[in-house]
């Protein structure tokens, strides 16, 4: 059975860190690039950040992240990471990971970041 999970998220305040975990099982996680999305109500899902499946070459940031966030991956463990750093509430949303190759995509059920003071 596929499945994505992620967790670590939470209400954090302003200016804050998280860092977001989503753990793969049921398919071989070292052939699948990996892309973070969010998504608040009423907006589409955004592409936040996305990693080759080898976790090498350039990462992929929406311009609204740069810097601020990190994307990372340990193959070993089949876990992708989000760390989040100077957190803003417009940065509140649901994120979700989403495993891709080819044609063939899986999405976790998402986790809630909230910023708020």
């Known amino acids: 059975q596929v499945q994505l999970v992620e967790s670590g998220g939470g209400l954090v305040q302003p200016g804050e860190a998280l860092t977001l975990s989503c753990v793969a099982s049921?398919?071989?996680?070292?052939?699948?690039?990996i892309q973070w999305y969010r998504q608040t109500p009423g907006k589409e899902r955004e592409l936040v950040a996305g990693?080759?499946?080898?976790?090498?070459?350039?990462?992929l940031y929406a311009d609204s992240v740069k810097g601020r966030f990190t994307i990372s991956r340990d193959n070993t463990k089949n876990t992708a990471f989000l760390q989040m750093r100077s957190l803003q509430p417009e940065n509140t949303a649901v994120y979700y990971c989403?495993?891709?190759?080819?044609?063939?995509?899986?999405w976790g059920q998402g986790a809630q970041v909230t910023v708020s003071a």
């Open positions: 989403k495993a891709i190759v080819s044609r063939s995509a899986y």
């Open positions: 049921g398919f071989t996680f070292n052939h699948y690039a």
């Open positions: 990693i080759f499946s080898n976790g090498n070459g350039n990462n």
